[in-house]
């Protein structure tokens, strides 16, 4: 017997229905997207190692997919290599490409590339897939898309209001309840400069951005790990474990980090998006969190993280200000901000908390019943009628038994079936009958159009 095939650890199948649901996520960012003045490109799914390497962290790289080349890959490689299974240095030999990690270095990468052609400032958003050799696990895989927004060319923290503001309207229309977590990497810098340990920014940032996984003793082992002395870390506990408002937080910080002129410029950056976001009177909490860091290198201002209230899961929503990520293509001084939407995270949040609105699931509005040559003939002219009025509709292509075909609109969440019958055929009308509540009312084609838009 044949083995049942597989698919990939940390890969998914989805089914029509939940494509639908999927369906449903895209389509409402893309239109908030669009709300907010931003133009969708798309890059490929691989880009040349040479891109991605190094700029996602010692970790990040680790990551990354790699592409063996294409036909003999292992021709051009040194067998010292091979036979010492030196694998850091043989991928470079036999690996040309990889797989993207996330959108916005290939963006970077596609701003540098195409910089004759933009308008700054350059407002874009993407929506496609990325992949990364994680560990899979809930709400954690390997293959998984990103819905990003992007600004490149304006150094404004206007920007970053404007993001907070988007990502409110994304999720009030999910209907979602969220913190928007805050941050900034001056701020990070600060910390690690009044702790005495500025040359080991990196690794505190790594090590702080897994508390909320592994908690603060653990962090603590691990800043030990990496050469911090017990009294910078005792520095560092009272600002990783900061309580209060937003107010009393920054008031705390402007104490704590009064003599790094880093950590200040970070404190007044992080006051300017918080003025400015509060008359908006956001449905989402916006709240300081020092521990985040996001582990990785191309951030420098601003670092956002979004978490949902009402489900255990990670962050759904993540991104910051990366003033200097054009600058490793060749172009510096080029700022960006941007974030990206987990929408596999979301998927799992809006399903744990049943927030699809009723009709996402349809295939079609309404479902012709089929009794036989004639009456299916009749169908297909009114329905042709349906879909020139912008109404999704779809006749059951065989002769089954009534049950059998209802059974099939049900199936399908289709919210209307028609019938069009020897008595609908005579007097050239349908009956057209209501899924949710069962009633059953006899109305012309123009009639069935109105009540369907």
């Known amino acids: 017997m044949a083995q049942k095939p597989s698919i990939p650890k940390g890969t998914r199948d989805f089914s029509p229905i939940e494509m639908a ?39 990040g790289d680790k990551l990354l997919f790699k592409i063996l080349n294409s036909g003999d890959y292992l021709k051009d490689a040194p067998a010292e290599l091979m036979t010492a299974r030196d694998s850091v240095h043989l991928t470079s030999k036999i690996s040309e490409k990889g797989l993207r990690y996330d959108l916005t270095v290939p963006f970077a990468r596609y701003v540098v590339q195409h910089r004759a052609e933009l308008q700054m400032p350059f407002k874009r958003y993407q929506i496609q897939p990325v992949w990364r050799a994680d560990r899979p696990q809930k709400g954690r895989y390997r293959e998984f898309y990103q819905c ?32 928007i977590k805050l941050n900034n990497r001056k701020i990070l810098s600060g910390i690690a400069e009044v702790i005495g340990a500025p040359d080991k ?5 790594v090590a702080i951005d897994k508390i909320d996984k ?24 009272p600002l990783l474990t900061m309580t209060g408002s937003n107010v009393e937080q920054l008031a705390t910080l402007r104490t704590l980090l009064a003599s790094s002129s880093e950590g200040m410029k970070g404190i007044e950056e992080m006051e300017f998006v918080l003025n400015h976001v509060a008359p908006l009177q956001l449905d989402a909490e916006v709240a300081i969190d020092v521990s985040l860091a996001r582990g990785l290198n191309y951030y420098t201002g601003t670092i956002l993280e979004v978490k ?14 990366y003033d200097n990520l054009t600058g490793v293509f060749g172009m510096p001084g080029l700022s960006g901000v941007g974030f990206s939407f987990g929408a596999d995270r979301i998927f799992d949040v809006l399903n744990a908390l049943d927030l699809y609105p009723a009709d996402t699931l349809a295939s079609a509005r309404v479902l012709f ?24 509709a779809e006749l059951y292509p065989d002769a089954a038994k009534m049950k059998k075909q209802m059974a099939y609109a049900n199936d399908r969440h289709t919210p209307y079936v028609a019938i069009v019958g020897e008595q609908e055929l005579a007097d050239g009308t349908i009956a057209l009958k209501d899924m949710a509540t069962g009633e059953q009312h006899t109305v012309s084609v123009d009639e069935l159009i109105a009540r369907l838009k």
């Open 308 to 321: 949902a209230l009402d489900v255990e899961i990670g962050s759904i929503t993540g991104g910051g200000r």
């Open 21 to 59: 649901k999927r369906n449903y996520i895209f389509n409402t960012i893309r239109e908030v997207f669009t709300l907010y003045g931003f133009q969708q490109i798309e890059t490929p799914a691989m880009e040349n190692l040479s891109t991605l390497m190094g700029k996602y962290g010692e970790e």
């Open 148 to 179: 990003d927004a992007d600004v490149v060319g304006s150094d404004s923290l206007l920007n970053e209001v404007e993001l907070v503001a988007l990502i409110n309207e994304v999720f009030h229309r999910f209907g979602v309840r969220v913190v």
């Open 214 to 237: 592994i908690g603060l003793d653990n962090v603590n082992d691990e800043l030990r790990g990496k050469g911090l002395t017990d009294e910078a870390i005792d520095t560092l506990r």
């Open 201 to 205: 920014l990196i690794d505190i940032t």
């Open 369 to 392: 019943i089929n009794f036989g040559e004639r009456e299916a003939s009749a169908a297909m002219g009114h329905m042709m009628r349906l879909r020139a009025a912008g109404i999704s």
